[in-house]
């Protein structure tokens, strides 16, 4: 854990004097919600007695100001506490979308986890009615103390009552709190499912996946339901034995009250008033116990969050380098995924300099992606390093580090926005001379002229585009910023001719103003514009050096090896003429 306070509980630690604000509200709240049991009082105690109807007036102009204060009181707890839930989910957003994005870097992204859910939930929480029961809450012994004033026998009879429910709700939290749990992993689980069927159903619809998948989601949100039921039984459960509990006390209150009256101890005044009393009493326990399952729900969101911000907090700030220009060399002896248990690459030395374009081959398998992520500085290798200018790539700022890197992933993913956008990185200063340089070497500019808005065009997350055209557009994202290292895996599996001819121009121009390219390639084509050549196979560096020099060593197992000899020797004459 590098920072020293979790951003999480700093973001609530700093609601602090906003609560204490509506502590403040409550409190007078509270205070002036007697006023409607002393005008009880006084109305059976006074006005009945001496049939004054001025008085009665005077008492209810009385009742109504202060019911008008009590609604004003309200009205701005409620809207302190909507502004704090939406400076909370403010102040977190940005940490908990940091640390998410780590994670899923470090490979431990969970499908089934919507932490927007999360956020939203606890915000929804900070400005709901539960909360408000919280700070109500501890003004019951206000209300005691005045039954116990009204008569001893009385605020006995409510403690009684108030410590009857609040043990059923630390009863009610303890047998909830585990089928909660299980009903919102459970959930996960068939939104996860629910999320990838939908956005591949294309896919399930040719494969006849549909009705299978549908069976599988359905049994997981039996599942679910299942759990939830379970949950919501217990607590309605309560919820039901806590009215049931709180009415049979008003009741025994009333008569309680009307005994002390028939006796002499009291008054008809004091058996009304003390009903309401207790009413008012019990009300935030019985809130509590009514929304419980809300509130279990908030503090699960809350740990989920802050947890993950402690998992994944950002590193502190390395020392700003200055930008690469010279070489990169790579030393690693053993290299992976995050949290993998083997090694998927090892055994690779090489070094490039300014200039270079260098083809990584091998066959499917081979840690061509893996490697791919280490160049591009995504992964870093468990033994080893990966030196930018004799820098290791671990040791510079990510944000630094990224400007001097193009990355083309293999699945390429557009963002919702504007193409200019997707190009410039949505840098929040964006080079629109930059933006048309890319694109014009990435061969995308005459498309995306031909767009209506051009490059306003807004294309969602791209799933208008055709394959080739997001990947021509991914790749124009990559040499935004004119980066010195381009890592491309698989840059033309859905190339067309004419996007093969424009990526090789794109790695000739990266060339010639000294940078240096990478290309994860099964495509003998792609071996026209790379000046070295590396071979893995199994993970491990087998080959490396000039072009023409691996191919003339063995150029039959440079590419995948195909299974018929007519098409084994189709690709040797290919990869020869690749290499002239």
Avoid at 346 to 362: C, H, N, Q, T
Wanted: with cysteine.
């Amino acid at each position: 854990m590098f920072q020293k306070s979790n951003p999480v509980k700093s973001a609530w630690g700093s609601l602090h004097k906003g609560f204490v604000a509506v502590a403040v509200f409550s409190l007078f709240l509270n205070l002036l919600m007697l006023a409607g049991p002393l005008y009880m009082l006084q109305v059976y105690d006074r006005v009945l007695t001496s049939q004054n109807i001025d008085t009665l007036i005077a008492l209810t102009l009385l009742l109504g100001g202060v019911f008008i204060v009590v609604a004003c009181l309200d009205l701005m707890r409620m809207r302190i506490l909507g502004r704090l839930a939406a400076r909370f989910e403010m102040s977190v957003g940005a940490p908990v979308l940091g640390a998410a994005m780590r994670r899923r870097v470090q490979g431990e992204g969970k499908a089934e986890e919507n932490l927007v859910e999360d956020v939203n939930g606890f915000r929804e929480f900070i400005s709901g009615t539960t909360l408000t029961a919280f700070f109500d809450a501890p003004w019951i012994p206000i209300y005691l103390m005045v039954l116990y004033v009204l008569h001893p026998y009385l605020g006995l009879l409510g403690l009684v009552g108030a410590l009857t429910l609040t043990f059923m709700a630390l009863v009610n939290n303890a047998r909830a709190r585990a089928p909660m749990q299980q009903a919102a992993e459970a959930r996960g689980r068939s939104d996860a499912l629910f999320k990838t069927s939908d956005r591949n159903a294309e896919l399930a619809h040719a494969l006849g996946m549909k009705s299978d998948l549908v069976r599988r989601w359905t049994a997981l949100q039996a599942d679910a339901h299942q759990y939830k039921i379970r949950a919501a039984d217990r607590i309605a459960s309560f919820s039901v034995m806590s009215k049931t509990i709180r009415m049979g006390l008003q009741s025994a209150v009333l008569g309680l009250g009307a005994a002390l009256a028939v006796v002499g101890e009291s008054t008809a005044g004091v058996m009304i008033a003390a009903t309401i009393v207790l009413a008012r009493a019990l009300a935030p326990i019985d809130q509590l116990i009514g929304q419980w399952r809300s509130f279990l729900a908030a503090r699960g969101s809350y740990n989920k969050i802050k947890q993950l911000t402690e998992d994944f907090a950002e590193a502190p700030m390395n020392l700003n380098l200055p930008r690469a220009y010279k070489a990169l060399d790579v030393r690693i002896s053993q290299a992976g995924p995050p949290r993998a248990l083997s090694a998927t690459v090892r055994a690779i030395d090489f070094s490039l300099v300014a200039g270079d374009v260098l083809a990584i081959i091998g066959q499917s398998g081979s840690g061509k992606t893996t490697l791919g992520k280490m160049l591009a500085g995504i992964w870093h290798p468990q033994r080893g390093e990966v030196l930018l200018d004799g820098s290791p790539m671990s040791k510079w700022n990510p944000e630094d580090l990224g400007k001097q890197i193009g990355y083309l992933p293999q699945d390429v993913e557009l963002f919702d926005g504007t193409i200019r956008e997707n190009i410039g990185r949505f840098s929040t200063v964006i080079d629109d001379a930059e933006v048309l340089r890319a694109a014009r070497e990435a061969g995308v500019h005459e498309l995306i002229s031909s767009l209506p808005e051009g490059y306003e065009t807004h294309i969602g997350r791209g799933f208008f585009l055709s394959g080739g055209q997001r990947q021509r557009l991914a790749l124009a994202r990559a040499l935004y910023g004119d980066p010195f290292v381009l890592v491309l895996d698989e840059p033309n599996s859905d190339l067309d001719a004419e996007g093969e001819q424009a990526l090789r121009d794109a790695l000739l121009a990266v060339q010639e103003r000294g940078g240096i390219s990478i290309v994860m390639t099964h495509r003998p084509a792609t071996l026209q514009a790379a000046n070295k050549v590396m071979v893995l196979r199994n993970g491990s560096q087998t080959q490396f050096g000039d072009k023409q020099d691996v191919l003339k060593v063995n150029h039959r197992n440079v590419l995948d090896k195909p299974t018929e000899p007519a098409p084994r020797r189709e690709n040797e004459t290919q990869i020869a003429g690749a290499a002239q």
